[in-house]
């Protein structure tokens, strides 16, 4: 059991019924958030594997030389 759950368990035997009530309703609240956005934010790890953009995954690094104006013109050197 992690830190914060021994605390929370001492405290819940603490407090009167009520309040322990309420704060376990919130924490309920926030755990169900919580599987709820891991849910819809991360994708299923094999799918976020397949669905990988090949630019942003590419290692590769051009070392030859480039023109100085090379931002400034790309499109010229790339569709002239």
Same mark, same amino acid.
């Given at each position: 059991?992690?830190?914060?759950?021994?605390?929370?368990?001492?405290?819940?035997?603490?407090?009167?019924?009520?309040?322990?009530?309420?704060?376990?309703?919130?924490?309920? +609240?926030?755990?169900?958030?919580?599987?709820?956005?891991?849910?819809?934010?991360? =994708? !299923?790890?094999? @799918? #976020?594997?397949?669905? %990988? +953009?090949?630019?942003?995954?590419?290692?590769?690094?051009?070392?030859?030389?480039? =023109? !100085?104006?090379? @931002? #400034?013109?790309?499109? %010229?050197?790339?569709?002239?």
């Amino acid at each position: 059991m992690s830190a914060i759950a021994r605390h929370l368990d001492a405290k819940l035997k603490l407090w009167r019924a009520p309040t322990a009530h309420k704060v376990e309703q919130l924490v309920a +609240d926030i755990i169900a958030l919580a599987d709820w956005e891991t849910l819809v934010i991360a =994708p !299923p790890r094999k @799918a #976020a594997a397949r669905s %990988r +953009d090949t630019f942003l995954t590419d290692k590769k690094v051009f070392r030859g030389h480039t =023109p !100085p104006d090379l @931002a #400034a013109n790309h499109d %010229r050197y790339l569709y002239d």
